[in-house]
Nanobody, 123 residues
Framework: QVQLVESGGGVVQTGGSVTLSCAAS????????MGWFRQAPGKEREFVAA???????RYTDSVKGRFTISRDNAKNVVYLSMNSLKPEDTAVYYC?????????????????WGQGTQVTVSS
């Protein structure tokens, strides 16, 4: 069992930066693949980025070069650093954990979810 708590959301201007954190409790955090998803009003939850337990990363095309996912296994935390933010990045951002062997990009592949943190990019 893993509990996930996101933090770091807020209101930021277009072009600005923000870093989200996801603190995990429970055993064997280092063995989990971790992902970030987002959901904008009226839209489906979409994949943003993921980092495997062997620190392989994947990103959705719209955030490549702007967002960076990282993890600190000693602190049981995964981060999402977001730069050059755009209004279309506005969404609730969710952290998720997956026990699978391969990195996952689909929401249904993840076993545990946080409550989400709102990021609003003002134009």
């Amino acid at each position: 069992q893993v509990q996930l708590v996101e933090s770091g959301g807020g209101v930021v201007q277009t072009g600005g930066s923000v870093t989200l954190s996801c603190a995990a409790s429970g055993r064997a955090f280092s063995r989990y693949n971790m992902g970030w998803f987002r959901q904008a009003p009226g839209k489906e939850r979409e994949f943003v980025a993921a980092i495997s337990w062997i620190v392989y990363t994947r990103y959705t095309d719209s955030v490549k070069g702007r967002f960076t996912i990282s993890r600190d296994n000693a602190k049981n935390v995964v981060y999402l650093s977001m730069n050059s933010l755009k209004p279309e990045d506005t969404a609730v951002y969710y952290c998720a954990a997956d026990q699978g062997l391969a990195i996952a990009t689909r929401a249904y592949e993840y076993d545990y979810w946080g409550q989400g943190t709102q990021v609003t990019v003002s134009s």
